[in-house]
């Protein structure tokens, strides 16, 4: 049985995969650790790696933030399989605004209750949720440690990686407002996808994870 791990995005929670669903498979979801002040995504990863004891021959999953932890993981580990979902695997793909948040990091003077508001008032930008799925994220962002949301934007922003490990497998949507699917170079891509597509349309993602994991 092969062992696979899953990452959830910034804000979000082992809830984000509640319908992701892969066959003969040893699943751990690996909730979010508190970060040291001068964590990057590097070293954030290794303490993924040293918590949830991931090793050579595994399968990591990370949707968004997730996925760039899952880069930094597979540059450390030998995995079978890195897939991102809604991500992006170098700075190469990263969106126009960051290096506007770079020059003006507003993040940094919100109070923490506007950080975790500032998610919801995001909301129309991840996709159209219907009332179940709208309730769900609001629990997750009030779920979200402020600290770990202000640590995680100043991360993402300092991220400098240009190295594509090997095995990354990479699918984005057509519909992500989050990160440009013609910006993500050799990915596989979900016409009508959005930033939550691994919720939304998870029957698709689980095909697509499913022949990753076959091929």
């Known amino acids: 049985m ?3 791990y899953l990452i959830s995005g910034l804000g979000a929670d082992k809830r984000l995969y509640r319908n992701i669903k892969i066959d003969n498979a040893d699943i751990t979801y690996a909730d979010w650790i508190e970060p040291g002040k001068k964590d990057s995504l590097a070293s954030y990863a290794q303490k993924l790696i040293d918590e949830y004891h991931i090793a050579p021959g ?18 450390k580990v030998k995995l079978k399989k890195a897939i991102l979902i809604s991500s992006i695997k170098t700075i190469k793909e990263e969106p126009f605004y960051f290096t506007l948040l770079r020059r003006f990091p507003v993040y940094k003077l919100m ?20 009332q179940v799925e709208a309730y769900m994220f609001n629990s997750m962002l009030e779920n979200s440690s402020p600290w770990f949301l202000k640590w995680a934007m100043g991360a993402v922003l300092k991220w400098n990686n240009k190295v594509i490990p090997a095995n990354i497998y990479h699918i984005v949507g057509d519909n992500d407002y989050i990160f440009d699917h013609k910006k ?3 990915a596989i891509i979900v016409k ?24």
Request: net charge positive.
């Open 192 to 215: 009508g996808g959005t930033h939550i597509m691994v919720f939304d349309r998870a029957k698709e993602i689980n095909q697509l994870i499913a022949k990753i994991l076959n091929n």
């Open 184 to 186: 993500v170079k050799d």
């Open 58 to 75: 595994s399968v990591v999953v990370g949707t968004s933030l997730g996925g760039m932890l899952t880069v930094e993981i597979a540059k």
């Open 2 to 4: 092969i062992k696979v």
């Open 111 to 130: 109070s923490n209750k506007l950080v975790v508001k500032m998610g919801e008032l995001a909301k129309p930008i991840f996709g159209k949720m219907d």
